[in-house]
C-alpha cells in the first residue's frame, strides 16, 4: 500500500549537474504531477501527464523534462542545475483527490 | 490575478476557537475543489472535497459559492493539531490540472 513514492528524499547538486528525481504510484492513476514549492510558497505545477506517453508543460517548465513511459512511472529531470531550482518536488498522482510523494529537498549550489 | 487566492495569514486563534479561511478563484469552468493541509515541511493532505450543497467533517465544514467564485473552510473547537498551513484547491481544464493557492497558516495556541 506505497501510495506514492518518490526518491531522493534529499539532494544536493552542483550548478551544472543533472539528475533525475523519480516517482512512482501503486495505484493505476492516469493523471501524475509535479510541483515545485519554494519556501512560504504555493506549490507551482511544473509538468503533468495524463496518461503513458502524454506529457504536458505546466506552469514553470523551463530547466526541466518529463516522460511517462508506463502509467507507474513519472520521472522529472534537470539537465543543468541552478540555483533558481533549489526548492522541494513533490509528485502527485490524481485518483479521488490528489495523493503526494513525500517530497524531494533539492539544494543547488 | 491570480487563479486561486488565499489569505496567508497567520491567523492565530486560541484553542476551543472557530476560524474561518476564505479562498477565491478565477476560473469560472473550475468544475472540482478541495482543501488540503500541509504541516511544515511535509506533503500537502487531502482534508476535503468541496461540494455545492456544502459539506461537513467532524468540526470541518466547507462551503462553495460557485455564481461568486468562493470557497470556505470553518473549523469549529480549534485544536493544537490543526495548526497548519491549508490550501485551496481547484480543479479544471485540460489534464484535470489541480491549481493550488498559497495557503493559509493556521496557529492554534492554549
Known amino acids: 500500500n506505497a501510495g506514492v513514492t518518490q526518491t531522493p528524499k534529499f539532494r544536493i547538486l552542483k550548478i551544472g549537474q543533472s539528475m533525475t528525481l523519480q516517482c512512482t504510484q501503486d495505484m493505476n492513476h492516469n493523471y501524475m504531477y509535479w510541483y515545485r514549492q519554494d519556501p512560504g510558497m504555493g506549490l507551482k505545477l511544473i509538468y503533468y501527464s495524463v496518461g503513458a506517453g502524454i506529457t504536458d508543460k505546466g506552469e514553470v517548465p523551463n530547466g526541466y523534462n518529463v516522460s511517462r513511459s508506463t502509467t507507474e512511472d513519472f520521472p522529472l529531470r534537470l539537465e543543468l542545475a541552478a540555483p533558481s531550482q533549489t526548492s522541494v518536488y513533490f509528485c502527485?498522482?490524481?485518483?479521488?483527490?490528489?495523493?503526494f510523494g513525500q517530497g524531494t529537498r533539492l539544494t543547488v549550489v | 490575478r491570480k487563479e486561486v487566492e488565499q489569505d496567508p495569514g497567520p491567523f492565530n486563534v486560541p484553542e476551543g476557537a472557530t476560524v474561518a479561511f476564505n479562498c477565491t478563484y478565477s476560473?469560472?469552468?473550475?468544475?472540482?475543489f478541495f482543501w488540503y493541509r500541509q504541516d511544515c515541511r511535509k506533503e500537502p493532505k487531502l482534508l476535503m472535497s468541496v461540494y455545492s450543497s456544502g459539506n461537513e467533517d467532524g468540526r470541518f465544514t466547507a462551503q462553495l459559492n460557485r455564481a461568486s467564485q468562493y470557497i470556505s473552510l470553518l473549523i469549529r473547537d480549534s485544536k493544537l493539531s490543526d495548526s497548519a498551513t491549508y490550501l485551496c484547491v481547484v480543479s479544471g481544464g485540460g489534464g484535470n490540472k489541480l491549481t493550488f493557492g498559497t495557503g493559509t497558516q493556521l496557529k492554534v495556541e492554549l
Open positions: 476560473n469560472s469552468a473550475s468544475q472540482s
Open positions: 502527485a498522482s490524481i485518483g479521488t483527490g490528489a495523493f
